[in-house]
């Protein structure tokens, strides 16, 4: 089965299953037991939970604690954020673009989760990469303006406009709040057009999902947590 996607690369617990399908593949088929909990995603902060959540609820993150759902988010340059608790007992995931990340979208997400921001353990996936992420003023303004900091995770080009490093501007936000073990961050899903779909490459292009969800107890054996 893992050869059929991109596993997260961390040191989550042996019954938390993670990853992203590259554009090669379609979630349905690969086999990960549990209900997905698709959302309708809007670039805002909400969160739902995957076990009450309903048909594809208006939100950008779901958690769950139970095997039978599992939290997905559909992307195409947008950073997918995996999250689980290193017991192994509750996972989440998030849909992270630039306007959920200036939204809260995180902060959300874990101030939601039942285990403390020090308990968690998060994965960073397929992204567009800042060489390939040139946006405007207003974005800067959107981070640089909550925190001045943030002003590190944009350079300047010689069009006027700036190169954003998602990846660096999730990183900041999680040890703000206490996250301590984030992974991940080392793809370009704009460069990297064999494996990933790019929706600034091609605005008509399909979406990889990633996903996250926990395997029974009963099935990961009595060391998995």
């Known amino acids: 089965m893992s050869g059929a996607w991109i596993r997260a690369d961390w040191a989550a617990p042996p019954n938390v299953i993670a990853g992203t399908t590259p554009r090669s593949r379609e979630f349905d088929s690969l086999g990960i037991p549990g209900e997905p909990c698709w959302l309708n995603q809007v670039h805002g902060a909400a969160v739902v939970d995957a076990a009450q959540a309903g048909d594809r609820p208006d939100a950008d993150a779901s958690l769950t604690t139970d095997a039978r759902h599992i939290c997905v988010v559909r992307t195409a340059d947008c950073l997918p954020v995996l999250i689980c608790s290193s017991d192994g007992r509750e996972v989440a995931a998030a849909h992270a673009g630039w306007r959920g990340l200036a939204a ?55 069009r006027g406009r700036w190169q954003a490093d998602l990846y660096g501007l999730a990183r900041r936000r999680l040890e703000a709040i206490g996250v301590r073990s984030v992974s991940g961050g080392g793809f370009c899903t704009f460069r990297e057009k064999e494996r990933f779909f790019s929706y600034r490459r091609n605005p008509d292009c399909g979406r990889m999902v990633s996903f996250i969800a926990l395997e029974p107890l009963e099935k990961a054996g009595p060391d998995a947590i």
């Open 104 to 158: 809260g979208v995180l902060e959300a997400t874990v101030a939601r989760m039942a285990h403390d921001a020090g308990d968690l353990m998060v994965w960073l996936g397929p992204a567009i990469s800042q060489p390939a992420f040139e946006v405007g003023g207003e974005v800067r303004a959107a981070f640089v303006d909550q925190d001045a900091a943030a002003n590190t995770c944009f350079v300047p080009n010689e």
